[in-house]
C-alpha cells in the first residue's frame, strides 16, 4: 500500500509559479508509475502530467505543455510539480497518483493510489 501526502500548494498571482510536492512512503517507489491530475469544482479530475521511469517516459496534455514540469526525485521517494506562467484556469485541487503498472496512463482509474491533495488558487 502506497501512501502519498502532496504539500505545495497555495495562492498566487495569474503569471506566477508553485512547485508541488508529494512524498511517497513506499521504498520501491522507482519501479511505480507516478501522475499528477487536477479536479477544478464540478469539473471531471483531469490528468495533468505523468511520469515512468526516466524523463523520457513523460506525457503532458496539451492544457499544461510547455508550462508544467513534472520530475521525481528517486532517493527521496519524492514527485514534483513545477507550475510556470498560471492562470486562473489552473485553479484546482491538485491530486499525485501512483500505479506499480508500467507505461503512463491519463485515465484516473489507471492508477490505483491517489494523495489527499493540494488546493492551487491563481487569481488577481
Known amino acids: 500500500q502506497v501512501q502519498l501526502v502532496e504539500s505545495g500548494g497555495g495562492s498566487v498571482q495569474p503569471g506566477g509559479s508553485l512547485r508541488l510536492s508529494c512524498a511517497a512512503s513506499?521504498?520501491?517507489?522507482?519501479?511505480?508509475?507516478m501522475a499528477w491530475f487536477r479536479q477544478a469544482p464540478g469539473k471531471e479530475r483531469e490528468f495533468v502530467a505523468g511520469?515512468?521511469?526516466?524523463?523520457?517516459?513523460?506525457y503532458y496534455p496539451d492544457s499544461v505543455k510547455g508550462r508544467f514540469t513534472i520530475s521525481r526525485d528517486n532517493a527521496k521517494n519524492t514527485l514534483y510539480l513545477q507550475m510556470n506562467s498560471l492562470k486562473p484556469e489552473d485553479t484546482a485541487v491538485y491530486y499525485c497518483?501512483?500505479?506499480?503498472?508500467?507505461?503512463?496512463?491519463?485515465?484516473?482509474?489507471?492508477?490505483?493510489?491517489w494523495g489527499q491533495g493540494t488546493q492551487v488558487t491563481v487569481s488577481s
Open positions: 497518483a501512483a500505479r506499480a503498472a508500467g507505461g503512463i496512463s491519463t485515465s484516473r482509474y489507471g492508477y490505483a493510489f
Open positions: 513506499e521504498r520501491t517507489f522507482s519501479s511505480y508509475s
Open positions: 511520469i515512468w521511469w526516466t524523463v523520457s517516459s513523460i
